[in-house]
């Protein structure tokens, strides 16, 4: 059997060409830092002041390479360390930062479990690790342990219904596969062919990883420490360790309300119950992204509509989005290939031309001649409704 470290010094993941970063920036969820402003620090954040971030089992580099990469553009200060077990991802990682020219990143090879001898920290990404470990709640507690008084987690683990068909491949590749990294690959493969199509993997059209090069496959079929945990599970481990969740950027997968005739039927259930119930009827769940905060500080720690706060679309882009609201009346969203729509009035789409990661709301309500009721009447639904699929988010880094 391969341990964690042999097998990401062997595959170091996600696979990454640092020659990549002269013509793209690889960006996504948890981390990049508007999305963190939202979730963690009410879309007011003061950028002016340094941001301490760790990326607790960095890998090769995705969520490191955003953050500074963002807020080196924005001219804010921050210093990260980048902190894995495995040397090779590591020197991906590093070259990653150098073709960009990124400064102030702090490159450690060691364990999560050690972290708050690296901090205290402002914020901690930590996607795709946790599920890893030999111990996960240590991981959790050792992470909550090295943050700062008001600091905050992004977060990434696995769930079990959406990867439904991995689990009885990873222990059948384990009792068969010893050896090399690369003997038990080519291996893995050959017996995958073999499987007949009606296999719950072969049908599950959500698993792509293994389709995206050896540390994808490895990564999703042969990992010797895999486990997922369910939104229950998920909630009850952050509490253990001191932590709440203070919001999720596919907080609409979490309500089971699209699936029920009758609303009613949720009658006596908590907001935990009730997610767990979507999880179960959805079916498609591979990650939980989440943001989380100590708990006792984790109210009021995402940001809601007000004056003066700045409005950003992911992806930045208004103008595509006002065109397709203007013809349809309706925003249209591909989530994954599920089909959704956002009912949008058109007296909103003059607003969206002046969402550009700079205007306050208080600005925009001003430049549209409208005063702030008559504003936030307007808006606020609006805001809302992205805010659940993780459109919209607030931010002043960009001030
Ligand atoms: C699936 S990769 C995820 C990499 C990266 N966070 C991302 O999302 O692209 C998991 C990474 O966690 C690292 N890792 C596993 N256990 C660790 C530990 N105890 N301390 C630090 N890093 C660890 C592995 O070496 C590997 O690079």
């Known amino acids: 059997m ?4 042999e097998q990401y010094d062997a595959f170091p993941y996600p696979e990454r060409d640092p020659e990549e970063e002269r013509t793209r920036l690889i960006t996504g ?13 009410a879309g007011k954040r ?20 955003q953050m500074a990469q963002v807020l080196t553009t924005a001219r804010k200060p921050y210093e990260i360390t980048y902190l894995d077990l495995s040397a090779s991802a590591r020197e991906v990682a590093e070259a990653r930062a150098k073709v960009r020219g990124l400064k102030d990143i702090r490159f450690e090879t060691g364990s999560l479990m050690n972290a708050a001898q690296y901090g205290p920290f402002d914020y901690i990404d930590c996607c795709g690790v946790l599920h ?13 342990g090295a943050l700062k008084p008001g600091g905050g987690i992004g977060l990434m683990v696995y769930a079990p219904y959406g990867r439904s068909g991995v689990y009885p491949l990873q222990e059948a590749f384990a009792t068969l596969l010893q050896g090399e990294p690369k003997d038990r690959l080519k291996a893995a493969r050959a017996i995958l062919d073999r499987l007949p199509e009606g296999h719950p993997f072969k049908r599950n059209e959500g698993l792509v990883d293994h ?20 939104i229950r599970e998920l909630h009850e481990t952050l509490g253990a360790a001191g932590l709440a969740v203070t919001g999720s950027p596919h907080a ?8 029920l005739p009758d609303a009613g039927l949720l009658y006596g259930l908590d907001d935990l119950a009730r997610m767990e119930v979507a999880e179960k009827l959805r079916g498609t769940i591979k990650t939980h992204v989440l943001y989380a905060a100590p708990s006792g500080q984790s109210e009021g720690r995402v940001a809601a509509p007000a004056p003066g706060l700045v409005p950003h679309f992911k992806g930045g882009n208004a103008a595509r989005m006002a065109q397709a609201i203007a013809r349809k009346g309706v925003l249209p969203l591909n989530l994954n290939g599920e089909k959704a729509e956002i009912p949008v009035s058109g007296a909103v789409v003059s607003l969206l031309r002046h969402v550009d990661g700079k205007t306050t709301l208080a600005e925009i ?8 009721v008559g504003f936030a009447a307007l ?3 609006f805001s809302k409704d992205l805010a659940r699929y993780g459109l919209l988010y607030y931010s002043s880094i960009l001030r």
């Open 2 to 5: 391969t341990s964690v470290q």
């Open 29 to 41: 969820s948890p981390s990049h830092p508007v999305e963190i402003d939202h979730f963690l620090f």
């Open 46 to 65: 003061d950028w002016s002041q340094p941001f301490r971030a760790l990326v607790a089992g960095g890998g090769t580099g995705d969520a490191l390479i």
């Open 132 to 144: 890893h470990l030999p111990h996960p709640q240590e991981g959790f507690n050792a992470l909550a």
């Open 211 to 230: 389709e995206q090069g050896d540390a994808g496959f490895y990564d999703l079929l042969l990992h010797s420490q895999d486990r997922p945990y369910t």
């Open 252 to 259: 609409y997968a979490y309500d089971p309300k699209p699936y």
């Open 365 to 372: 309500a001003a430049a549209e001649r409208l005063d702030p």
């Open 379 to 381: 808006w606020n639904g």
